[in-house]
Antibody, heavy 121, light 109 residues
Framework: QITLKESGPTLVKPTQTLTLTCTFSGFSLSTSGVGVGWIRQPPGKALEWLALIYWNDDKRYSPSLKSRLTITKDTSKNQVVLTMTNMDPVDTATYYC?????????????WGQGTLVTVSS | QSALTQPASVSGSPGQSITISCTGTSSDVGSYNLVSWYQQHPGKAPKLMIYEGSKRPSGVSNRFSGSKSGNTASLTISGLQAEDEADYYCCSYAGSPWVFGGGTKLTVL
């Protein structure tokens, strides 16, 4: 049974750096073909893909946010960490992590419950 | 990379069928059969309904089906039920980046 859960601050100030952790179970990020991605959703708006890390440590980023994002993994802890620098109120959103696999065309087949991050002074 | 284009809203009566379109470009939807569809109820995480254009994950009702023609993918829901009322998002994976649609609100009348 695959589960994922996001954790991190619920409130950050403008210009601060956001660090979110995705803790998962039911799969290993050292298994070939596996990836973990981050997707966000501002209140009342659409989903937006942010970043994804593959089992082989290959990393992909949204072109529009690439300069602000870093994704890393700790296979031994079953965790993926996303950092986003220079936070702005427009970054207020629910942030989700999700499992991805080559067997399903690298869609996002399992999602965490999401964590709401508010950017405000 | 621009978001995929979906209608903002669609509606249908119980028992009817509806189709939600998702239009991209020859660089994403048109190049690969890697479109996925997600259902999202208010306050909940998205749920995968269709992957690789037309495949259903285990446990998803066969009332949900996907197809593609050119640069446009489609999700069809047959035999509409009240619990189908939700937001639906398409997503295209073209190697990178992943691109989501703007979402479609389905109302069951």
């Amino acid at each position: 049974q695959i589960t994922l859960k996001e954790s991190g601050p619920t409130l950050v100030k403008p210009t601060q750096t956001l660090t979110l952790t995705c803790t998962f179970s039911g799969f290993s990020l050292s298994t070939s073909g596996v990836g973990v991605g981050w997707i966000r959703q501002p209140p009342g708006k659409a989903l937006e893909w942010l970043a994804l890390i593959y089992w082989n440590d290959d990393k992909r980023y949204s072109p529009s946010l690439k300069s602000r994002l870093t994704i890393t993994k700790d296979t031994s802890k079953n965790q993926v960490v996303l950092t986003m620098t220079n936070m702005d109120p427009v970054d207020t959103a629910t942030y989700y992590c999700a499992h991805s696999h080559v067997g399903t065309g690298y869609c996002f087949d399992y999602w965490g419950q999401g964590t709401l991050v508010t950017v405000s002074s | 990379q621009s978001a995929l284009t979906q209608p903002a809203s669609v509606s249908g009566s119980p028992g009817q069928s509806i189709t939600i379109s998702c239009t991209g470009t020859s660089s994403d939807v048109g190049s690969y059969n890697l479109v996925s569809w997600y259902q999202q109820h208010p306050g909940k995480a998205p749920k995968l309904m269709i992957y690789e254009g037309s495949k259903r994950p285990s446990g998803v009702s066969n009332r949900f089906s996907g197809s593609k023609s050119g640069n446009t993918a489609s999700l069809t829901i047959s035999g509409l039920q009240a619990e189908d009322e939700a937001d639906y998002y398409c997503c295209s994976y073209a190697g990178s980046p992943w691109v989501f649609g703007g979402g479609t609100k389905l109302t069951v009348l």
